[in-house]
């Protein structure tokens, strides 16, 4: 090639690579854009914010900003020119060997390669090719938003039972207040009258829009070209279709339904045959160990817990703001969640873009079994938070939670890290009386295994039942989705899949109505399989997780860093050494009571042990150990919020620690609050 052949075609690669990085900054800054205003209305109206003159919520904005989001990522004309930039970009590797190819720093033709493929495959996952499938599109929107703010809006709760004295009164309570009355409760009326009042959610979203959602989402998906809505989004999400995921899920099934069928036997025997109500279920296997365990949980400390443990682990948050509002209260979303109105990203210039996340749980402080309830709410999506704020990639696209993220990579980090607050080396340091300092009793603990373990495999069951719910759901006939069958097809799977009545209604499960969320649940499931394995990997590299600073950086590593631009399954087998299996889950399943017992009570007093030596150690040689002595920095900014409230800033509080008092203060003042209005 004569020079200046060559000088000309360096000349253009040059100019393509510039145009084809002037494309990525537009649309990189368009789209936090758009997503922003979406997550501001998101949070807005899951919240019951008040619309300010500054700001308005509504269902109508919480539409239409959605619908900037997708048109954005549907555009078909976004979708060609990053398309045709990478097919550009690819010619010049390919021509690498006849002198030709791309020019410049590599890292950042990398970066910018890796921008495109996300653009693509994002713009893929959201395309709407014809006005037909756009026009649903929108229509389940409307319908899906309205739905939302009815359901916020419902008036949920139980009756007294007229024999105890009530006379029928209607007492309001949120779903998370329903379940706990039936897991803490005493009283078997109270129990079944909590039951009751979650079976009313069924009925109340299919006449309010569920069922018009159903046919639409079908509709869509058929018109996309997919089997039905639960292939479409499985696709998206995961990368491959419903038929692998139940080839997965199935073996699952049959694998544990013995264990399933074994439990029920068992917890009739103990109880006998009213044990297996389904508004029994929860209070014989736990009630009378949760209030035993209740005041080692109070959830005035619960975020402090939560800041100290992940300290311990190594876990940072890479300078993130957050907004926490985590205490339940009338027309608040019925489900804790993690997002992110700015998601983590780098830009051109290595500007770090810190994430700003919004998460939420439902804690009442006064019931009993509250604390470890939210404890376990708050460790999961603060899970989230830490993931997503420790991606550190060349676009928004690579940190933002919808497809082509992978369901079960994202809730795989979150459900690792909340399963360290069921173990009792978790517990020997982080479970203790507010006012004593002292850990919770091993004797609880092992209580509390002896009346669950042989009945571990419900919680699986119960994951199960939604994703065959969703499955079966998505392929009735469009003349057979009514409410009717709607509300029948959920009793026939709770008995098919967890044997009997479930405790939570399927109907009452708020990730079937979100759009969001929807067929999303055997994200869990994967979850769940991954977080063993994960669990075995770090057990046997280390010999423990609880407050081990190695797993912050191999998490951060392995798992956080490369956002959505690796895919889940890969992820796993790189770390753990194993293609996802159900194995370490089921063999943990499968455990005796006294063999977990034995397990648990060695790291159980091993910790107790540790907790001691540090102790001794900070203390000069002597002293006891003492909850909330040290500082600790998890590189971020935290907001405690009651919805339009804002509690305590740590930025303005001069620490994390010193919000987290603050926020212990406010607690204190509801549940006086609350006590003084009940005598």
């Known amino acids: 090639m004569s020079s200046s052949a060559a000088a000309a075609s360096s000349s253009s690669s040059s100019d393509a690579l510039a145009s084809a990085q002037a494309f990525v900054n537009d649309f990189n800054e368009r789209y936090s854009s758009v997503h922003h205003s979406f997550e501001e209305q998101f949070w807005g109206t899951k919240m019951a914010l008040e619309s300010t003159d500054d700001r308005e919520y509504s269902a109508s904005l919480l539409a239409s900003t959605k619908k900037d989001m997708e048109d954005l990522l549907s555009d078909p004309n976004i979708l060609k020119t990053a398309t045709e930039y990478r097919a550009k970009l690819s010619g010049g590797d390919a021509g690498e060997e006849g002198g030709e190819g791309r020019h410049g720093d590599d890292d950042d033709d990398d970066d910018l390669i890796k921008t495109l493929d996300v653009i693509i495959r994002t713009c893929e996952c959201n395309s709407m090719p014809t006005p037909e499938s756009k026009s649903i599109r929108e229509e389940t929107n409307r319908i899906e938003s309205s739905l939302e703010m009815k359901r916020n809006g419902m008036e949920l709760g139980y009756y007294d039972d007229p024999n105890s004295g009530g006379g029928g009164r209607f007492v309001s309570a949120s779903s998370v207040a329903l379940r706990n009355m039936m897991r803490t409760s005493p009283d078997e009326s109270s129990r079944r009258a909590a039951f009751e ?43 491959f279709g419903k038929g692998r995921l139940f080839e997965i899920l199935d073996g699952l099934e049959v694998g544990t339904r013995p264990l399933m069928e074994e439990g029920r036997r068992e917890l009739e025997r103990r109880f006998g045959p009213t044990a297996l109500e389904p508004w029994n279920m929860g209070y014989m296997m736990a009630g009378s160990v949760i209030k035993k365990m209740d005041p080692y949980f109070p959830f005035s400390k619960s975020v402090e817990r939560y800041v100290r443990s992940y300290a311990a682990m190594g876990i940072g948050y890479e300078n993130a703001t957050m907004s926490l509002d985590l205490l339940d209260r009338s027309g608040k979303y019925s489900n804790g969640f993690c997002h992110w109105p700015v998601p983590a990203w780098v830009k051109p210039d290595g500007t770090w873009v810190p994430s700003r996340t919004n998460f939420t749980s439902l804690a009442d402080p006064t019931a009993v079994g509250s604390g470890l309830t939210a404890l376990t709410t708050l460790m999961h999506e603060a899970g989230h938070a830490a993931h997503f704020a420790n991606i550190r990639q060349p676009s928004p696209l690579f940190s933002q939670e919808r497809a082509p993220t992978s369901v079960a990579y994202a809730e795989n980090q979150s459900m690792f890290l909340d399963s360290l607050v069921g173990d009792a080396a978790w517990r020997a340091k982080y479970a203790r009386h ?138 796993v087998r790189d770390l753990t050494g194993k293609e996802l299996s159900g194995d370490a889950w089921t063999e943990s399943l499968k455990e005796t009571a006294d063999g977990k017992i034995e397990t648990e009570r060695k790291e159980y007093d091993e910790m107790i042990q540790k907790c001691k030596a540090e102790a001794k150690a900070a203390a000069g040689g002597g002293g006891e150990s003492k909850e909330g002595d040290g500082e600790v920095d998890l590189k971020m900014n935290v907001r405690f919020v009651d919805g339009d409230v804002v509690i305590a800033d740590s930025e303005k509080c001069g620490s994390l620690l010193e919000a987290c008092k603050e926020f212990e203060f406010f607690v204190a003042a509801r549940v006086a609050e609350k006590a003084s209005s009940n005598s």
């Open 434 to 571: 507010p006012a004593t300092g002292a850990p919770i009793p091993f004797e609880v603990i092992e209580e509390e295994i002896r009346s669950t373990q042989p009945f571990a495999v419900f919680a699986l069951r119960g994951m199960l039942a939604v994703s065959y719910y969703e499955k079966a759901l998505y392929e009735l006939e469009e003349e057979e989705v009514t409410e009717a069958r709607m509300i029948s097809l959920a009793d026939e799977i709770e008995t098919k899949i967890q044997g009997g009545p479930s405790p939570r209604p399927l109907l009452s499960v708020p990730h079937l109505v979100s759009d969001e969320a929807s067929c999303y649940y055997q994200g869990y499931t994967l979850a769940e399989m991954s977080v063993h394995q994960t669990r075995e990997y770090f057990k046997n590299k280390y010999g423990y997780i609880v407050d081990n600073p190695n797993v912050g950086p191999t998490l951060t590593e392995k798992y956080w860093r490369c956002g959505n631009s690796r895919m889940f399954l890969d992820l």
């Open 197 to 239: 009042g979650l079976r009313t959610i069924g009925p109340f979203v299919c006449s309010n829009g569920f069922v018009e959602i159903v046919k639409l989402r079908n509709k869509l998906a058929r018109e996309l070209g997919f089997e039905d809505y639960y292939d479409y989004t499985v696709t998206n999400a995961e990368g």
